[in-house]
């Protein structure tokens, strides 16, 4: 069973930077398409950033200019640099893959990780 964990949230002042990572595990024979969401207390989980197989990468406008999504095929992880950090980037950021275990493509997300930006 493949499973996606994020780590690298936290507390931190605006301005501040958090580097999340996502490392997915199990029986895995093929990655495409990952990515990050974010879901802000009372609003809906929304599109942050993805990233293809072959790197190329997608920003929401809140993200672009501020936030870096890279990957690790190696190491079956992506990562997400937020740098100048609103309190508006408050939220729990999830992460999410196209996955292929050797039996079918799966659309799978992780648990999530608390970011919190607050002086």
């Known amino acids: 069973q493949v499973q996606l964990v994020e780590s690298g949230g936290g507390l931190v002042q605006p301005g501040g930077s958090l580097r999340l990572s996502c490392a997915a595990s199990?029986?895995?024979?093929?990655?495409?398409?990952m990515g990050w969401y974010r879901q802000a207390p009372g609003k809906q989980r929304e599109f942050v950033a993805d990233i293809s197989k072959g790197e190329n990468t997608n920003y929401a406008a809140s993200a672009k200019g501020r936030f870096t999504i890279s990957r690790d095929n190696a190491k079956n992880t992506i990562y997400l640099q937020m740098n100048s950090l609103k309190p508006e980037d408050t939220a729990v950021y999830y992460c999410?893959?196209?996955?292929?275990?050797?039996?079918?493509?799966?659309?799978?997300w992780g648990q999530g990780t608390q970011v919190t930006v607050s002086s």
């Open positions: 999410n893959g196209i996955i292929y275990d050797g039996h079918s493509w799966d659309d799978l």
């Open positions: 199990g029986t895995i024979r093929g990655i495409n398409d």
